[in-house]
């Protein structure tokens, strides 16, 4: 219970910090994960977000993860180092991305073992996975990378029943 709280804590100041950082005017391009891209970028790509639109929905998304599936600050702290150590030049990511997208993703796949319908989780987040392909502005690889790295993470720490 009580590292639940300090999940929510966290989230909630995560979430304030990155719609406040949404109001300096900071080049994406110095601040996103992509091929070649320094250590500052890589650990900090999860803060900045292309717009004050992007930077409400991924808080809502990751609040509502939070809040919903009792998620813990460790499982929040995998979340964020899945997130910062996609693997950019396997994937081919040339273009700067941002935002929390890859822990959230993360998430979504880690809590899938908690759901009783995982059938029908996996065939929504495969949806929106697949909308991402359609998009130029949406890193569709990197979601999914950090999707199936949370489905394995998640399987390996589900007690056996």
Do not use: Q
């Not at 989230?11 to 719609?19: G, H, K, M, Q, W």
């Not at 949404?22 to 320094?38: H, M, R, S, T």
């Not at 993703?105 to 987040?125: D, E, I, Q």
């Amino acid at each position: 219970m009580v590292r639940a709280k300090e999940a929510k804590i966290s989230a909630l100041v995560y979430v304030a910090a990155a719609i406040a950082i949404c109001f300096f005017d900071v080049p994406l391009e110095k601040v996103g994960i992509c091929k070649g891209c320094a250590l500052g970028p890589r650990l900090l790509h999860p803060f900045f977000h292309a717009s004050f639109l992007h930077a409400i929905v991924n808080g809502w998304v990751l609040l509502s993860l939070v809040f919903i599936f009792d998620t813990t600050f460790i499982e929040l702290l995998l979340a964020y180092v899945a997130a910062v150590t996609v693997p950019v030049s396997l994937l081919g990511i040339t273009v700067p991305t941002v935002g929390a997208s890859g822990a959230i993703y993360f998430l979504c796949g880690y809590h899938s073992w908690r759901n009783r319908n995982k059938w029908k989780w996996h065939a929504w987040w495969a949806f929106f996975i697949g909308i991402g392909f359609f998009f130029p502005a949406s890193n569709a690889l990197l979601h999914l990378w950090c999707y199936v790295l949370g489905v394995a993470v998640g399987f390996l720490n589900t007690p056996l029943k």
